[in-house]
């Protein structure tokens, strides 16, 4: 709901004209409940687990790019990524709608606004970088703590059932990890609160990220190889992998973390291992990874 009743009070209100951006968001939400637009949330969480990973259902049934795969000799068929796709959504319905709609008392106290100005492009990416990292950070504790013995066996196990994971596998987790999982993803916008917009934007990102680090393929030509400490789709593929006895890759997207506490020894011995095989065979083998 915005408080002007007019695109001409609004402009009045805040001393210029509205952007073309700001017209179209104020024609959309102004009649609205501010809670309704919040709900947009869910549709906007279920067309991105929907979407983001059909490229890589693509790839993976065409074959085309077997080179860049990391685990080559597992192969998903139509019905093994539907399936996932299928276990991922009655979870979504169950799980991540109903947390949507109950958390919206805490996305009003934390002052995450909906209304005018819409956030100039500085202010988006400056708040989205710092979730990222409040995210990477606060994720890869409890990701590493869910690793313990009790926390394995009794939550995370589930998430680990991909030992070579699949973009419709990256929300595959037993429910009380999602709702754990969610504290880092909340606690960005909870310490630097900005707009709705924002707040979609951040999510949808890092929905893609999670998608493109559990795809199973490593493109030389994606662009996130440019972002500094960014793990990427091989570094958590080894985690999973590795499996339940994985203390090795634990954070959601950058590797600085696993580096400072040492959790990365693991992944470095084995790819020095494997660039070692490599020369001794004379031969780069694409996509042979780590089988
Ligand atoms: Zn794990
Ligand atoms: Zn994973």
């Known amino acids: 709901m915005i408080p002007y009743p007019t695109v001409e009070d609004a402009s009045v209100a805040l001393g210029r004209n509205l952007t073309w951006f700001e017209t179209v968001w104020f024609d959309y939400s102004a009649t609205r409940s501010n809670f309704y637009v919040y709900c947009h949330t869910i549709l906007l969480l279920f067309l991105v687990f929907t979407l983001a990973p059909l490229p890589f259902v693509f790839v993976e049934l065409t074959g085309w790019f077997d080179r860049f795969k990391i685990q080559p000799k597992v192969k998903y068929s139509l019905s093994d990524m539907f399936r996932c796709y299928k276990d991922v959504m009655t979870l979504f319905l169950l799980v991540v709608g109903t947390l949507q709609i109950v958390s919206y008392p805490s996305i009003q106290m934390v002052g995450i606004r909906s209304g005018l100005p819409l956030p100039s492009l500085m202010e988006i990416v400056a708040q989205i970088v710092v979730y990222f990292l409040i995210e990477d950070y606060s994720n890869y504790w409890i990701h590493r703590l869910l690793h313990c013995k009790w926390g394995y066996e009794k939550i995370h196990r589930v998430h680990h059932e991909y030992t070579s994971p699949i973009g419709f596998a990256s929300p595959y987790a037993h429910w009380a990890e999602i709702l754990l999982l969610g504290i880092p993803t909340f606690l960005g916008p909870a310490i630097a609160p900005g707009h709705i917009m924002t707040f979609w934007l951040w999510i949808t990102l890092r929905q893609i990220e999670a998608i493109e680090t559990h795809s199973g393929y490593d493109f030389p030509w994606s662009l996130t190889k440019c972002i500094p400490f960014y ?61």
């Open 231 to 291: 793990g990427g789709a091989e570094y958590h593929d080894y985690h999973h992998y590795v499996g339940g006895q994985s203390q090795s890759n634990f954070a959601s997207v950058f590797t600085y973390c696993d580096y400072i506490y040492g959790t990365d020894k693991g992944y470095r011995i084995h790819k020095k291992l494997l660039h070692q095989q490599v020369k001794e065979e004379g031969e780069h083998k694409g996509g042979m990874k780590y089988d």
